[in-house]
């Protein structure tokens, strides 16, 4: 808890790199009040805990003996303080704001932050893994991380600020490792932080390379024909079905092999179906292929060197794949019926909704150095 409490209070510090401008004390404010109650909410959890148990040894404390020492409104109720402790640094709902607050600090800074304290919470649940396993609190983990999930998601599509878009991808992804902690395949949340955050901190390091002159291009029209999209359907099913019959076969084996066809289908689409000119396709399949096998060398390496280290748990019951099921269906209807009706008062409500959500605090905004260059030079009083 001690070095704990150091590592946020250094991420604030960082953060204030830039103190002269008031959208830094601005988000300095923010994201040390949250940090601080994060904080204090897993020191109440850890007290908790080890009061019931009668340990101050984790080792002690999270054995089966001690464990059946404590009921079931004891036990939902320190997993409900521990899951609120890591949510708060991963972003997640409604906690999303701080993150956002920090784009005002160095773009390394971010590349810290991304790489390190928000891929906390798959690390710390992963280590609590007895205490959590089968508790109710699951259930509202997945609802909160699914949530998150679908917004993050939103915030990649409704912002034009590179540093926002990385910040929205890291609510929806660390959304999506709190949803395998809930399900207990934290193997899988462990390999997803460390590839999540040697992934996120290069984009982070590499972001000034999008500060570039852009052709204008009109994009093409023309549809491609029906037998490109129906091999990337395909395709996908193919891979899904793959990695679910040559992995364990558990509910949350499934939940992954849905999200990796998708994904699949996703880059098919993207990289062959949309090319011009057998050139174009070929680059993209190819480009397909080798990220194929690079994931499969990467993930059989992790699971390799991590086997007997992270906590096995009984696979997740009916119910929580039921509620991740229907997240991944609502999430997927909502889109499937924006694409088809972009011009509805209810399309525009959702867009300006989620582009409000994937705001700093107002003070961060108006005190931007670049927006008080754009006042002044439309004759405004900003101060």
Same mark, same amino acid.
């Given at each position: 808890?001690?070095?704990?409490?150091?590592?946020l /209070?250094g991420i604030?510090?960082?953060?204030?790199?830039?103190?002269?401008? $008031?959208a830094?004390k601005?988000?300095? @404010?923010?994201?040390?009040?949250l940090l601080?109650?994060?904080?204090?909410?897993?020191?109440?959890?850890i007290i908790? #805990?080890?009061?019931a148990?009668?340990?101050? $040894?984790l080792?002690?404390?999270l054995?089966?003996?001690? /464990?059946?020492?404590l009921?079931?409104?004891?036990?939902?109720?320190?997993n409900?303080?521990?899951?609120?402790?890591? @949510?708060?640094p991963?972003?997640?709902?409604?906690f $999303?704001?701080?993150l956002?607050?920090?784009v005002?600090? *160095?773009?390394p800074?971010?590349a810290?932050?991304h790489? &390190?304290i928000? =891929?906390a &919470?798959?690390?710390?649940l992963?280590?609590?893994?007895?205490?959590?396993?089968?508790? +109710?609190?699951?259930?509202?983990?997945?609802?909160?991380?699914?949530?998150?999930?679908?917004?993050?998601t939103?915030?990649i599509?409704? $912002?034009v600020?590179?540093?926002?878009q990385?910040?929205?991808?890291t !609510?929806?992804?660390?959304?999506?490792m /709190?949803?395998? %902690?809930?399900?207990? @395949?934290?193997?899988?949340?462990?390999?997803?932080?460390?590839?999540?955050g040697?992934?996120?901190?290069?984009?982070f390091?590499?972001?000034?390379s999008? #500060?570039?002159h852009?052709?204008?291009?009109?994009?093409?029209?023309?549809h491609?024909?029906?037998?490109?999209?129906? @091999?990337g %359907?395909?395709?996908?099913?193919?891979? &899904?079905?793959w990695?679910w019959?040559n992995? =364990?076969?558990? &509910?949350?084996?499934?939940?992954s092999?849905?999200?990796l066809?998708?994904?699949v289908?996703?880059?098919?689409r993207? +990289?062959?179906?949309s090319?011009?000119?057998?050139?174009?396709?070929i680059?993209?399949?190819?480009?397909i292929?080798?990220?194929?096998?690079?994931f499969? !060398?990467?993930h059989?390496?992790?699971k390799?060197l991590?086997?007997?280290t992270?906590?096995?748990?009984?696979?997740?019951?009916?119910?929580?794949?039921?509620?991740?099921?229907f997240?991944? /269906?609502?999430?997927?209807a909502?889109?499937?019926?924006?694409?088809?009706?972009?011009t509805?008062?209810?399309?525009?409500?959702?867009?300006?909704?989620i582009?409000?959500?994937?705001e *700093?605090?107002?003070?961060s905004?108006?005190?931007?150095p670049?927006?008080?260059i754009?006042s002044?030079s439309?004759?405004? =009083?900003?101060k």
């Amino acid at each position: 808890m001690v070095f704990w409490g150091f590592t946020l /209070l250094g991420i604030t510090w960082l953060i204030s790199l830039n103190n002269e401008w $008031q959208a830094a004390k601005t988000a300095i @404010a923010r994201s040390g009040q949250l940090l601080t109650l994060s904080w204090l909410m897993m020191l109440l959890a850890i007290i908790w #805990v080890t009061q019931a148990t009668g340990h101050w $040894q984790l080792s002690f404390v999270l054995a089966k003996d001690s /464990l059946t020492n404590l009921g079931s409104w004891e036990k939902t109720g320190i997993n409900l303080l521990m899951m609120f402790a890591v @949510a708060i640094p991963a972003a997640q709902y409604p906690f $999303q704001r701080w993150l956002l607050d920090s784009v005002v600090a *160095p773009t390394p800074v971010s590349a810290v932050m991304h790489a &390190g304290i928000v =891929n906390a &919470g798959g690390i710390l649940l992963t280590r609590f893994a007895p205490l959590s396993s089968g508790d +109710l609190a699951q259930i509202f983990l997945i609802v909160l991380s699914g949530f998150s999930v679908l917004l993050g998601t939103g915030m990649i599509l409704v $912002q034009v600020d590179y540093k926002r878009q990385l910040i929205g991808s890291t !609510i929806a992804q660390m959304g999506f490792m /709190l949803i395998q %902690c809930a399900l207990g @395949a934290y193997l899988a949340a462990i390999i997803h932080a460390v590839l999540h955050g040697l992934f996120k901190s290069t984009l982070f390091l590499q972001a000034g390379s999008v #500060v570039q002159h852009y052709k204008q291009t009109n994009p093409s029209t023309r549809h491609s024909p029906l037998i490109w999209n129906t @091999a990337g %359907c395909l395709l996908g099913l193919a891979v &899904g079905f793959w990695y679910w019959i040559n992995d =364990n076969g558990t &509910g949350y084996d499934f939940i992954s092999a849905l999200l990796l066809g998708w994904s699949v289908s996703i880059a098919w689409r993207q +990289l062959v179906t949309s090319r011009n000119g057998h050139i174009g396709r070929i680059v993209g399949f190819s480009l397909i292929a080798g990220v194929t096998i690079v994931f499969n !060398i990467i993930h059989s390496a992790f699971k390799d060197l991590l086997h007997g280290t992270v906590s096995e748990v009984a696979p997740p019951s009916a119910t929580l794949l039921i509620w991740v099921l229907f997240i991944l /269906l609502s999430g997927g209807a909502v889109v499937f019926w924006s694409t088809r009706h972009h011009t509805s008062t209810s399309f525009a409500a959702l867009y300006l909704w989620i582009v409000r959500l994937s705001e *700093p605090h107002p003070n961060s905004v108006e005190s931007h150095p670049k927006f008080l260059i754009m006042s002044m030079s439309k004759g405004g =009083n900003k101060k």
